[in-house]
Antibody, heavy 121, light 109 residues
Framework: QVQLVESGGGVVQPGRSLRLSCAASGFTFSSYAMHWVRQAPGKGLEWVAVISHDGSIKLYPDSVKGRFTISRDNSKNTLSLQMNGLTADDSAVYYC??????????????WGQGTLVTVSS | EIVLTQSPGTLSLSPGERASLSCRASQSVSSSYLAWYQQKPGQAPRLLIYGASSRATGIPERFIGSGSGTDFTLTISRLEPEDFAVYYCQQYGGPPLISFGPGTKVEIK
């Protein structure tokens, strides 16, 4: 069965960096685009980044562009999110999610359980 | 830019009743690229509907997606106790590339 397990969350000071990881199993990881989606406490969902199946296409919303970098290692079935210049507005549960498409962003058919990032001094 | 609005914000119903959730887009959503998700407290969202009306694998037939253009609806024909949750719509035609509605909470009356 499809499994997505996030890790790397924690408490970090404003301006610092954090790297999240997502371990995928139960499917052919290299055949799917992958996303990060976040949810601030008590709030709605916000899309954060997408990477195509082969890593050639990476896209971000303006809210994180230039600060966050998505990457993947298809040999290790791992998705990553490098977050720099963190602010309190980045505090959220971060989910990795599978996209049924290879390239053009689509919807999210499987989600991990999320990892909590808290930005606080 | 496509902005999604969901109504009502909260829907108070009893088990067995019919729920009708609305998702309206500020511009036409291309090719009905609209999805619906269910989220329960402390859990990740779960895909219910994609392409406006296609049920995801394993989703019961009581969940029905409909609509096109700017007006979409998620109908739950008869609410089961496990259906009380928050529901989000999501467009993936853009721009922006991907966006979510603010959610509708379906609570027990």
């Amino acid at each position: 069965q499809v499994q997505l397990v996030e890790s790397g969350g924690g408490v970090v000071q404003p301006g610092r960096s954090l790297r999240l990881s997502c371990a995928a199993s139960g499917f052919t990881f290299s055949s799917y685009a992958m996303h990060w989606v976040r949810q601030a406490p008590g709030k709605g969902l916000e899309w954060v980044a997408v990477i195509s199946h082969d890593g050639s296409i990476k896209l971000y919303p303006d809210s994180v562009k230039g600060r966050f970098t998505i990457s993947r290692d298809n040999s290790k079935n791992t998705l990553s999110l490098q977050m720099n210049g963190l602010t309190a507005d980045d505090s959220a549960v971060y989910y990795c999610a599978r996209d049924p498409a290879k390239g053009v962003p689509d919807y999210f058919d499987f989600w991990g359980q999320g990892t909590l990032v808290t930005v606080s001094s | 830019e496509i902005v999604l609005t969901q109504s009502p914000g909260t829907l108070s119903l009893s088990p067995g009743e019919r729920a009708s959730l609305s998702c309206r887009a500020s511009q036409s959503v291309s090719s009905s690229y609209l999805a619906w998700y269910q989220q329960k407290p402390g859990q990740a969202p779960r895909l219910l509907i994609y392409g406006a009306s296609s049920r995801a694998t394993g989703i019961p037939e009581r969940f029905i997606g409909s609509g096109s253009g700017t007006d979409f609806t998620l109908t739950i024909s008869r609410l089961e106790p496990e259906d009380f949750a928050v529901y989000y719509c999501q467009q993936y035609g853009g721009p922006p590339l991907i966006s979510f509605g603010p959610g509708t909470k379906v609570e027990i009356k």
